[in-house]
């Protein structure tokens, strides 16, 4: 069974430009997350879809965070304009509706902003 | 507020010592615990969970709700245990977002 991935893996940016990370949960997960990781700080929560619909969106930094799961399966997340502090590694994690809500995460992609 | 605890950044040990990882919580509700690892260049991956009470690679971790800890512990630390490791809280048994601690990088020593 192929895990949660990520692209892309890294991501060098400048100030001001846009960017777009991408997450394609394991198949058949209805539920998606998003965290990010700031250097020196705790793995943060963003958002969590289930299946196209924002359950939480109560970690997302500002409104220059834009998350999309269009038709339920793959993820966006969109960061524009890009602001020095949005350097990190941003993580994407699926998990199955049911009892046992195990978060299976993927790789990360690691965006610097210069 | 739900707050994750793990008071060491760093932890050594040497190979067939036993290591203790603390974690300590905050929460007035009926937490989930879990202990998840990430090993060099691997993804984060799920340790264990309090509910399964379960060992996994020799690890067990113990909810004391009293103390509001959950430590992760080995009588027997091995080499392939450095990675780092992070204590997580979920709100009840429901869905939902993790709260993490800021992690602690175990290096076991030969």
């Known amino acids: 069974e192929a895990g949660v991935t990520q692209f892309p893996s890294h991501s060098v940016i400048e100030k001001g430009q846009t960017v777009t990370l991408r997450c394609d949960p394991i198949?058949?997960?209805?539920?998606l997350y998003w965290y990010r990781r700031v250097m020196g700080k705790e793995i943060k929560f963003l958002l969590h879809?289930?299946?196209?619909?924002?359950?939480?969106e109560s970690g997302m930094p500002n409104n220059r965070f834009l998350a999309e799961r269009t038709g339920g399966t793959y993820s966006t997340l969109k960061v524009q304009p890009a602001e020095l502090e949005d350097s990190g590694v941003y993580f994407c994690?699926?998990?199955?509706?049911?009892?046992?809500?195990?978060?299976?995460f993927g790789p990360g992609t690691r965006l610097t902003v210069l | 507020a739900q707050r994750v605890t793990q008071p060491e950044k760093l932890l050594s040990v040497f190979k067939g010592a036993p290591v203790e990882l603390k974690c300590n919580y905050s929460?007035?509700?009926?937490?989930?615990l879990f202990w998840y690892v990430q090993y060099s260049r691997q993804r984060l991956q799920l340790l264990l969970r309090?509910?399964s009470r379960e060992s996994i690679k020799g690890f067990t971790a113990d909810l004391n709700k009293g103390e509001t800890s959950f430590h992760l512990k080995k009588p027997f630390a091995q080499e392939e245990d450095s990675a780092m490791y992070y204590c997580?809280?979920?709100?009840?048994?429901?869905?939902?977002?993790?709260?993490f601690g800021r992690g602690t990088q175990l290096t076991v020593w030969p």
């Open positions: 994690a699926s998990s199955q509706y049911g009892q046992i809500d195990t978060q299976y």
């Open positions: 198949s058949g997960h209805d539920n």
């Open positions: 879809f289930v299946k196209e619909s924002k359950q939480d």
């Open positions: 929460y007035s509700g009926s937490p989930e």
């Open positions: 309090h509910i």
């Open positions: 997580a809280l979920k709100r009840g048994s429901t869905l939902g977002r993790l709260y």
